[in-house]
T-cell receptor
Framework: EPEVTQTPSHQVTQMGQEVILRCVPI?????FYWYRQILGQKVEFLVS????????KSEIFDDQFSVERPDGSNFTLKIRSTKLEDSAMYFC??????????FGQGTRLTVV | GIQVEQSPPDLILQEGANSTLRCNFS?????LQWFHQNPWGQLINLFY?????KQNGRLSATTVATERYSLLYISSSQTTDSGVYFC????????????WGLGTSLAVNP
């Protein structure tokens, strides 16, 4: 069964460092997303991406965040200068038009 | 924007018991999904159910879109059902972002 895969599963980084979280969406999906979940809280939308551009972003997704689809298979989230409050589980998801979104297993980011 | 509320926030069951989890949403939806978050934090798709009823083994779900709620039924619960159950919805319109409830934390005791 096709699935969304994310790497790494865990990432520990020092405050101020750049991190790149990687995702391989399901191959025939056209819409890609990043969500995050701070420990013990609900899942929050960060950004959606379609046709090689951002289609929607939340207030959380400020200038420190960027997304890219560098080739035909990967979808990345970059945090330029990490802060302690960026510590969270980051989920990548993908979907076709008007259907359910499928989620990767998540990357647990810890900023120290 | 749309609000998604789940109840109850916490639930403790004895193995073998049945339960019903509720999700209320404040506006019409294009998409409604139920997820199970396991102890490792992974989000497992349970149902894509903007309307109607679906069943998958011991789990079933019903969404009454006109009354803006969805129900997740768990029958003959097992300890492996423990975790957090999330409901998430996409508001009708052009956006595609899922808005999530706070979840129901379920513990099934042997």
């Amino acid at each position: 069964e096709p699935e969304v895969t994310q790497t790494p599963s865990h990432q520990v980084t020092q405050m101020g460092q750049e991190v790149i979280l990687r995702c391989v969406p399901i191959s025939n999906h056209l819409y890609f997303y990043w969500y995050r979940q701070i420990l013990g809280q609900k899942v929050e939308f960060l950004v959606s991406f379609y046709n090689n551009e951002i289609s929607e972003k939340s207030e959380i997704f400020d200038d420190q965040f960027s997304v890219e689809r560098p080739d035909g298979s990967n979808f990345t989230l970059k945090i330029r200068s990490t802060k302690l409050e960026d510590s969270a589980m980051y989920f990548c998801a993908s979907s076709t038009a008007n259907t359910e979104a499928f989620f990767g297993q998540g990357t647990r980011l810890t900023v120290v | 924007g749309i609000q998604v509320e789940q109840s109850p926030p916490d639930l403790i069951l004895q193995e073998g018991a049945n339960s019903t989890l509720r999700c209320n949403f404040s506006d019409s939806v294009n998409n409604l999904q139920w997820f199970h978050q396991n102890p490792w934090g992974q989000l497992i798709n349970l149902f894509y159910i903007p309307s109607g009823t679906k069943q998958n083994g011991r789990l079933s779900a019903t969404t009454v879109a006109t009354e803006r709620y969805s129900l997740l039924y768990i029958s003959s619960s097992q300890t492996t059902d423990s975790g957090v159950y999330f409901c998430a919805a996409i508001n009708a319109g052009n956006n595609r972002k899922l808005i999530w409830g706070l979840g129901t934390s379920l513990a099934v005791n042997p």
